[in-house]
C-alpha cells in the first residue's frame, strides 16, 4: 500500500523507502560487528525515532533488548533548550549494560547529549547514540552521535516516524514539507 493523502504537503521526497531501508541495514550491519558477543540494549525515544528504531532492531543480528523512553523539551521556545524531562523512563536495569540510544534526528543535538550524560550516570558498561538524520551545520561537532545515518539538509523534514504537529510520521518516506503547511 502506498500512503498519498498527504502527498500534497511534501515539497520533495529527500530520502526513499528503498533509500532508507539499505541505510537502515547498513547501520544494522555495523551496530551487530560492533557488538558482536554483547547484548545491547536498544532505548528507542518516542515519539519520533519508533519507525527507524523497529527496523534498526530488526537489522542487528545479536541478542538484544528493546525499552523505550519518552522525553519533552522545558520551555516556551520551539527550539530544543537541551534541557529534558524524562515523561517516560526505561524499565530495566542498565547497570553493567551495553546502552544504545536510538533517535530520529539531530538539530541543536542538545536532547541525545542530555539523554547520554543521564544515562551515563546509572552505571552502564556503556552509552553510545545513533540517528538516522543529522543536521550537521545546526550543532557543534562534538554533539555529533556515535552513529549516524544520512546528512540531512537544513530543512524541516517528516516522514518515517518524524511528524510535524504529531502527523505524517506514517509517511514511508523521508520528505520536506511545504512552508506553507507550517507558516
Ligand atoms: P535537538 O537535537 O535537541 O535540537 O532536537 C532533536 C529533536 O527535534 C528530534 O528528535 C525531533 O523530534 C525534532 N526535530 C528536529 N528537526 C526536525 C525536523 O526537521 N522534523 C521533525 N522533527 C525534528
Ligand atoms: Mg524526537
Known sequence: ???????????????????????????????????????PVMVCVLKGASVFFTDLCREIDLNLDMDFISV?????????????????????DITGRDVILVDDIIDS???????????????PSSVKTIA?????????PALTPDYIGFQCPDHFVVGY?????????NL??????????YK
Not at 79 to 87: E, F, I, R
Not at 132 to 140: A, G, I, N, S
Not at 172 to 181: D, N, T, W
Open 1 to 39: 500500500m502506498r500512503i498519498t493523502t498527504k502527498e500534497n504537503d511534501i515539497e520533495s521526497i529527500l530520502y526513499s523507502e528503498k533509500q532508507i531501508a539499505a541505510m537502515v541495514e547498513t547501520l544494522g550491519e555495523k551496530l551487530t560487528e560492533d557488538y558482536a558477543g554483547k547484548r
Open 72 to 92: 519533552s523539551s522545558y520551555g516556551l521556545s520551539s527550539k530544543s533548550s537541551g534541557v529534558v524531562k524524562l515523561n517516560k523512563d526505561v524499565d530495566i
Open 109 to 123: 543535538g542538545l536532547t541525545l547529549q542530555h539523554l547520554k550524560q543521564l544515562f551515563s550516570t546509572r552505571g
Open 132 to 140: 538516522l538524520l543529522d543536521k550537521k551545520v545546526r550543532h557543534d
Open 161 to 169: 516516524g518524524l511528524d510535524y504537529a504529531n502527523n505524517y510520521r
Open 172 to 181: 514511508p518516506y523521508i520528505g520536506i514539507l511545504k512552508q506553507e503547511v
